[in-house]
């Protein structure tokens, strides 16, 4: 049996970092800190950084919609969509989560490293007469609302502004191109690595932070040595039944 049991995220931080009042809170909510193991219980990597009517989801794996609803945001409630890296673990719900959010009024932004635009063309080519559909039920056009979005490459190192809250990046070390961001706002700030080795230019993203958000794990087999042996006896069974098929 195969056992996710060494998957964490570690957190350097309460939730959220409090103000005097929500309007200048600037908040991180994990909304998932699973594995690529597909698990019902949890869901994997996303994170929402709000600030008033400013919500920046961070990744959008598997489960990502679900707990989304439980806090009553919605595709629709998002001014941004971020991304880590293109592992199917950090990014397979942007697809529905990118047309909620076409079909709602508010403009938003899409951002992450090389193959981000890609992803977003490509999914909104091949869901436009779906997409079309249901935007004719309130008398809007795909067209108009292909204005209500920006989508930008990146590849760390970039900063820019999602409403008021400053967003900084670096690359970090990953099996693919992956990038960190420091959200800033109102002299809070929040740091979220993504999947990462050791990384020198983190540790200078981060530096001064208020919170950082870590995305480490791993996975250990159980029952290993039981599993090598049932393969080498079916590896065994099939090698002498090839044999003897031969005689035949």
């Known amino acids: 049996m195969i056992k996710n ?3 964490q995220f570690f957190i350097i931080s309460a939730l959220c970092v409090s103000t005097v009042n929500a309007e200048q809170r600037l908040s991180a909510t994990i909304i998932g800190s699973g594995s690529p193991l597909y698990n019902e219980n949890r869901a994997s990597a996303s994170v929402l950084i709000s600030n008033g009517e400013t919500n920046l989801l961070l990744d959008m794996g598997n489960g990502t919609q679900a707990n989304l609803n439980k806090l009553g945001i919605g595709a629709r409630d998002l001014s941004g969509l971020l991304f880590t890296h293109h592992h199917l673990d950090h990014n397979e719900e942007f697809v529905p989560i990118f047309i909620g959010s076409l079909l709602g009024r508010n403009d938003f932004t899409i951002i992450g490293p090389p193959n ?9 080519e091949l869901y436009q007469e779906d997409i079309q559909y ?14 209500a979005f920006k989508v930008t490459d990146i590849v760390g190192g970039e900063s820019f502004t999602i409403d008021d809250i400053r967003i900084s990046t670096v ?10 961001y420091r959200f800033d706002y109102n002299n809070q700030s929040i740091v979220v690595s993504g999947d990462l080795t050791y990384s020198a230019e983190l540790a200078t993203l981060a530096r001064h ?5 870590m995305d480490s794990g791993g996975m250990v087999m159980s029952d290993g040595n039981k599993k090598k ?10 090698a002498l039944k090839n044999r003897l098929l031969e005689r035949i």
């Open 134 to 147: 249901r935007l004719g039920k309130t008398q809007r056009s795909l067209e108009t609302r292909k204005d």
């Open 209 to 213: 932070a208020d919170y950082m958000i």
């Open 171 to 180: 690359e970090v070390p990953h099996t693919i191109h992956t990038i960190a």
């Open 229 to 238: 042996r049932k393969m080498l006896r079916i590896k065994r069974k099939m």
């Open 5 to 7: 049991k060494l998957t």
């Open 116 to 124: 981000t635009t890609k992803l977003a063309q490509v999914n909104l």
